[in-house]
């Protein structure tokens, strides 16, 4: 039976938060304010408990979700590397509503569905929200919402759609944003805007000085991240990478294992992600 906390009740939210990261802990789905719209979430290093979110939402593999999390170092363990562009994003925009999508990191033992190693990260700024993910570790999260229908934007919406699917409720009131996140694709040679949202394009291209868009795309060739070489040259200096330790919830296999496909063959792996307008995060 689904628990609902509301969260502007100190106590309550105490109380939630708990309930909260117990039930992510044991595989089970939450939903949670964000500054976006409510997301639901589960532990992202569960596959189980990833299943059980695609499932919830009507949803299949070939639809992976976003990843949350609470600092910026939990995201660099995510992935190869930031990148010139990807880091000045991060700088200017985290904690916010940019999605960054970059290539994964090959060490990382999870299975989020089909993303052809990729993985669409976001720092929410969200207090909340944030606190929760500080204690849970990174989390796949999707928009709270049956697949086609409109993300929910409080708490009734996401109950009435996901039920007793969920474990965990935790009301924040009316969602900060009615847009979904900005998601911007940091696995080519120049930064490709996937989806327009809370933060406005020429935000993005001040930063980045260069944006793909769709319309860019069908006049100028795009050297996307199946190909090697430009894609790394252009990443500029490389970040280096914390080690990565249990409060980073980041799980990996011993680096003197044989590597896998996907470390073998990062052109091949890291093929455009499978993220669409549905994906509200």
């Known amino acids: 039976m689904s628990r609902r906390y509301d969260c ?8 939630g938060i708990a309930e909260a990261v117990s039930a992510v802990r044991r595989g089970e789905l939450i939903v949670l304010p964000t500054d976006t719209v409510y997301g639901v979430g589960a532990d992202a290093f569960l596959a189980d408990a990833v299943r059980k979110l695609l499932d919830a939402k009507g949803r299949g593999r070939e639809m992976p979700p976003p990843v949350l999390v609470g ?3 939990a995201a660099t363990a995510l992935v190869e590397n930031l ?3 990807g880091q000045d994003l991060v700088d200017e925009f985290w904690p916010g509503a940019l999605t960054l999508v970059c290539r ?11 993303t052809k190693g990729t993985v669409a990260l976001r720092m929410p700024m969200h207090e909340l929200a944030v606190e929760l993910l500080k204690e849970t570790g990174p989390m796949a999260v999707s928009s709270a919402n049956l697949s086609g229908r409109p993300a929910a934007r409080d708490i009734e919406e996401a109950e009435k759609m996901l039920g007793d699917a969920v474990s965990v409720y935790l009301d924040g009131g009316v969602s900060g944003h ?3 996140s900005t998601i911007v694709d940091l696995t080519g040679s120049v930064p490709r805007l996937l989806r327009a949202g809370a933060i406005p394009e020429d935000k993005i ?3 980045v000085g260069v944006l ?3 319309e860019d795309e ?7 991240a199946e190909s090697d070489g430009p894609a790394d040259a252009a990443s500029g200096p490389e970040i280096g990478k914390p080690s990565l330790t249990k409060g980073d919830g980041a799980h990996t296999r011993d680096a003197s294992a044989e590597p896998s496909s996907e470390a073998a063959e990062p052109a091949e792996a890291a093929a455009k992600p499978s993220l669409t307008k549905d994906d509200e995060k």
């Open 8 to 15: 502007s009740d100190p106590m309550e939210r105490t109380r």
């Open 205 to 207: 291209r001040s930063v």
């Open 178 to 180: 009615a847009d979904p």
């Open 212 to 214: 793909l868009t769709e």
């Open 218 to 224: 069908a006049d100028e060739p795009y050297e996307s």
């Open 71 to 73: 600092s910026v170092r």
């Open 83 to 85: 990148g010139t562009y």
């Open 104 to 114: 994964a990191n090959p060490n990382l033992m999870w299975d989020l569905g089909e």
